[in-house]
């Protein structure tokens, strides 16, 4: 089993920044990958960004590349989602998960683990 907690969440301006963290603990050493999901009001939740724990190969959804950066620290388990740039869109709850096998990252039904979530509201 892996857990997975989540914080930096809040309540920020348009054209802010924010920076989530994802702190894993348990199996995780089995981990493939790590990914940022978000869900917006009235909307299903949708991929955000994701990393590979070996190699750090990231990907990205259209919508946030170049303003969001997804990054690793392999001895503290932990990801981040630097977000920078915030439009109202962004408003959401931001979940983070975990992969264990070699699965396509961008899809929410590949992910075996994930947090409770965190609010990310941006006001325009």
């Known amino acids: 089993q892996v857990q997975l907690v989540e914080s930096g969440g809040g309540l920020v301006q348009a054209g802010g920044s924010l920076r989530l963290s994802c702190a894993a603990s348990g199996r995780t050493a089995s981990m493939y990958a790590m990914g940022w999901f978000r869900q917006g009001p009235g909307k299903e939740r949708e991929f955000v960004a994701a990393i590979r724990w070996s190699g750090g190969s990231t990907f990205y959804d259209d919508s946030v590349k170049g303003r969001f950066t997804i990054s690793r620290d392999n001895a503290k388990n932990t990801v981040y989602l630097q977000m920078n740039n915030l439009k109202p869109e962004d408003t959401a709850v931001y979940y983070c998960?975990?992969?264990?096998?070699?699965?396509?990252?961008?899809?929410?039904?590949?992910?075996?683990?994930w947090g409770q979530g965190t609010q990310v509201t941006v006001s325009s």
């Open positions: 998960a975990a992969v264990s096998g070699p699965r396509v990252v961008f899809v929410r039904t590949s992910y075996d683990y």
